[in-house]
């Protein structure tokens, strides 16, 4: 791991006397509770890890931050390990998910990315034709996005072997969106407005981008990570016909094509009304989001499928009681049954109290013992 005095965020001091996380018998990270979860496999208790959980809410990231852009320190792939196992040590999750962004790719393919201030990603050269999409600049991973697998086997290096990684791409629908919109869109007008209109640029863009998230996400498996995530964020603007002609084709063309030897998580939010063809797609464990009930989504799954979720991020913003009072309702809800990974419905909000990011891991571990 790196030397240099910005890179030492890690230390044993922050793992608190008596903090554990879910038993593994020492086992390695491949047949950790977590991965066992993700595969439907009995566990001793429900592991729990979240999203976004080296971001904004860790006073060390904010030092980073002070000093560096956040695309500077996603390409830096020291201080990017040091995030990804700080998180672990910090809170005492079961996993740890390396510290990236989902737009990396869309950057490489020569648009233009950059984080203004308080507005989010912004395409710098946003597509809106076919004339565009000849201009996108084709790319190997293990070339354009070498920073992230460097990460990757730092990552690995500094978390325990019985620590599993998780590395994760965007899902082609999401990326397609902010390269179509130019960033963030409550309407989503312009990307729904290529599909209607020019159906066969569509498709060919949609094709480009599952084949490059497929190669991405297996050069991340080649490069250590023991479960990979697909963030369809953006797809719950979508009716069903729309998912199931514009997205389907090519969220299973992406899972399909992907390593075996790992499990995958597919997530999206508001996607109450998707779950089924979600499924269709592909995942050995399907996300969901606090909209829905945890549950009456599985029951709709099938049990054949494992499920992560659905805690509301805002309740972290709430006291130690209420926090362990929804957290106990969520395990309710799974029942005990294999196949539960606890998570947040979406990602940790940057104004969560450490502490209780804590509590809540705490009691997930203490509440979700078989």
Partial sequence: MPTEPEARLTSKAFVRPGDRPCPDDRAPASESQFVRACKGQPTDCTPV???????????????LRARLGFLELCKKPDLAAELTVMAVEKLGVDAGIIFADIL??????????EYAGGEGPVI????RCREDLSRLRLFEPADSLSFVLEAIGLARSGLPATT???GFAGAPFTLASYLVEGGASRHFENTKRLMYTDRSCWHELMRLLSQLTADYLNAQVAHGVQAVQLFDSWVGCLSQADYREFVLPYTKQTIAALSATVPLIHFGTGTAHLLELMLEAGGDVIGLDW?????AAWARLGERVA???NLDPVVLLADQAEIKRQTRRILLEAGGKPGHVFNLGHGVLPTTPVDNVRFLVDTVHELGGR
């Fill in 104 to 113: 990396l790719p869309l950057e490489a393919l020569g648009v233009g990315l």
């Fill in 49 to 63: 890890w979240l999203m976004r959980q080296a971001g904004r809410f860790i006073p060390e990231y904010r030092q």
């Fill in 291 to 295: 909209r829905v009930s945890l549950s």
């Fill in 307 to 309: 499920v992560q979720g």
């Fill in 164 to 166: 599993p990684l998780i």
């Fill in 124 to 127: 710098g050269r946003p597509l």
